[in-house]
């Protein structure tokens, strides 16, 4: 076991989330908007990740053994992730539609390696990988949608030149978002790049833990890093063309006419 789950482990959880939560209250960490204080939202994630984890170990070690169970656990992941990718994105309506980039870039990854038997249709291993990936789309989503509202926001001049000069609506405001929302896709080919040399990522590790050798190991985190950059790949692109189309807009702004999606 990589930690002993003791009365120990506790108090130092508790004294580097409480750390976490002065240094963001200190340095007075928050949104641009200026609608969220970071410090607050650190203990609040603290406390609900320890609520949750204890929930969600009962909970898998019963449904990794049924089928049906397993793939309900799958939707909800997925639905959770859409839930708060979209509210981190906007908080207008259209929030809704950041569950497009998150089943997109997951279900096809999914599917393949479950059609390919490179991933055993057992809850065992379909959960934490359907996990994994999931998160993966998730952080891409918000990144990549955050990113391409605020650049809109702050360029909407260059917009309507682009419009101006005979651009379409969606041309126009691809073009500005663009390299914007590609930036999602920088923390993923960070940590594929640098995997081994910086750190050892959590499949390595708990593969060692559980008697696997190196090489298997590795080859485990290649194929998890891999699936990781197609997902959020997938993922960062259906966002910047909901955001290029209006299908996801700022609070201020109105859903473009479906006839140009």
Request: proline share 5%; with cysteine; charged share 15%.
């Amino acid at each position: 076991m990589l930690l002993p789950v003791n009365a120990t482990l506790g108090v130092v959880m508790a004294a580097l989330l409480a750390a976490a939560v002065a240094i963001a209250v200190r340095a007075n960490f928050g949104d641009a908007r200026g609608t969220r204080r970071y410090g607050k939202e650190i203990a609040v994630a603290g406390a609900r990740a320890a609520l949750q984890l204890a929930v969600v170990s009962v909970v898998v070690g019963v449904v990794v053994h049924v089928l049906p169970l397993t793939l309900g656990f799958v939707v909800l992941m997925l639905s959770v992730a859409a839930w708060t990718a979209g509210h981190r994105i906007t908080r207008h309506r259209s929030w809704r539609w950041a569950a497009a980039p998150i089943v997109c870039g997951v279900l096809p990854v999914l599917a393949v390696l479950l059609l390919t038997g490179l991933l055993p249709s057992r809850g065992i291993a379909l959960i934490p990988v359907a996990g994994i990936l999931t998160g993966g789309a998730l952080t891409a989503t918000v990144l990549a949608g955050r990113r391409a509202l605020e650049e809109l926001t702050a360029r909407r001049g260059e917009v309507e030149a682009a419009l101006a000069l005979g651009f379409p609506d969606r041309d126009a405001r691809l073009e500005i978002a663009r390299p914007a929302a590609s930036d999602a896709l920088i923390p993923g080919l960070d940590q594929t790049r640098t995997v081994g040399l910086v750190g050892l990522p959590g499949a390595y590790v708990g593969m060692l833990l559980g008697g696997s050798s190196p090489v298997e190991a590795g080859a485990v985190q290649l194929f998890v890093l891999v699936a990781l950059l197609a997902v959020q790949s997938i993922a960062v692109w259906a966002t910047l063309e909901l955001v290029a189309r209006g299908r996801i807009v700022g609070a201020s702004e109105r859903p473009r006419d479906r006839r140009t999606l």
